[in-house]
């Protein structure tokens, strides 16, 4: 099989890793457009970053601006250093889908402050990468209820474009989302994180309509890989809070595991087994669990971009080693080659089964 290059290669034996938090992301920059300021929600967005002491500015008007630096390195720095609290346009209440994820995206911000080196926002969004939350929420939420379908369950996925707890702390609109889809008898939310400060969710009304998923790879990845976020065992240990029963100290939460992006780094059967024993340990109780199998994927502009936020990266991005592989509307990605997929989709579907017999593989990609 096609394996990473040799930059990135672990050793064969397995160590154990050091389990630490996510430091919480505090911005050097916070900026409020006026028409956020008009939200009632922006308005308390405004008072939480204000508690945290963070150095604020009302821009004059709504537009962003002084996020570009005298390179790409330098307005990449100024980006991820930025909060930009904004209204959402009148464009983000058209929905669009997004399987296998879920049903419909709804975004209740765009950008991430973390660092992943094969980063999926890179070629999405447009400009600089600067983290914009949403100052209408309430309205993103009560526009859902348009696309529900009596009868039956409309499952919407809020972490397309972000990551909703590494960004919680200063905008409590996760929390917003699980209280509204609480109240929702047809419509389920869908999350993801690669963070670990989830205590403030354990007891919110989710009545079992939000799957709280946190994203995990083996260790050797995301130490190098995801800069920022919590140590993979961190992620474990809060995906077992948010999965515990109430009565036993837990969120009660269905939950999730998003495996990406898998990669075939050297020795990868060793490093995911273990990745996954350490899994079986953490969910060692009954609990609603689901699984999502990503690999790692490039597109020719994400590649671009990300040689030029990460111009010393390790990833491996040759396209002469994969597969194209075209959308509906043309738009072209690398994948790992036919051969290579069957095995290590071989590998992964075997041995979740054997761990987790009862917990469904929503899909492969």
């Known amino acids: 099989m096609h394996t990473q290059s040799e930059l990135l290669t672990p050793s064969k034996t397995v160590s154990l890793p050091l389990q630490h938090s996510a430091r919480l992301w505090l911005p050097k920059r916070v900026l409020f457009t006026p028409d956020a300021l008009q939200e009632p929600f922006g308005q308390q967005v405004y008072e939480r ?62 950008g991430c402050p973390a660092h992943c080196q094969y980063c999926y926002l890179a070629g999405s969004l447009q400009g600089p990468p600067v983290t914009r939350v949403f100052a209408n929420l309430p309205q993103l939420l009560a526009n859902t209820a348009s696309y529900e379908q009596p009868g039956k369950i409309t499952s919407f996925e809020v972490s397309c474009y972000t990551d909703v707890i590494g960004i919680e702390h200063l905008t409590g609109s ?53 800069g920022g976020t919590a140590s993979v065992d961190a992620r474990m240990q809060a995906l077992r809070k948010l999965a515990l029963p109430r009565p036993l100290g837990g969120g009660g939460y269905p939950v999730g595991v998003v495996l990406a992006p898998i990669m075939p780094i050297t020795n990868w059967r060793e490093h995911y087994t273990d990745l996954l024993d350490r899994l079986a340990q953490a969910l060692d109780f009954d609990c609603d669990l689901t699984v999502e199998f990503i690999t790692h994927r490039f597109t020719p502009g994400s590649k671009t971009v990300l040689q030029e936020w990460y111009p010393n990266t390790s990833l491996e991005m040759e396209e002469a080693g994969r597969a194209e592989k075209r959308n509906k509307f043309g738009g072209l990605k690398y994948v790992y080659r036919p051969e290579d997929m069957k095995e290590l989709r071989s590998f992964f579907y075997t041995e979740w089964r054997n761990r987790f017999p009862n917990a469904p593989i929503l899909y492969w990609t």
């Not at 930025?82 to 879920?102: D, F, H, I």
């Not at 989302?177 to 400060?197: E, N, T, W």
């Not at 009304?205 to 995301?222: V, Y």
């Open 49 to 110: 970053v204000s508690a945290l002491d963070l150095p604020i500015e009302i821009l004059k008007n709504n537009r962003l601006t002084g996020l570009r630096g005298k390179d790409d390195r330098e307005t990449y720095r100024i980006a991820k250093n930025t909060l930009a609290v904004v209204k959402a346009p009148p464009s983000s209440l058209r929905l669009q889908p997004v399987p296998p994820s879920a049903d419909w995206q709804m975004n209740l911000a765009e």
């Open 174 to 226: 996760l929390a917003e989302c699980i209280r509204y889809f609480g109240s929702r008898p047809d419509a389920h939310l869908r999350f993801v994180s690669k963070y670990d400060q989830v205590e403030s969710l354990l007891d919110l009304p989710h009545n079992h309509r939000t799957r709280a998923r946190i994203s995990l790879n083996a260790d050797f990845i995301a130490r190098r890989m995801e």
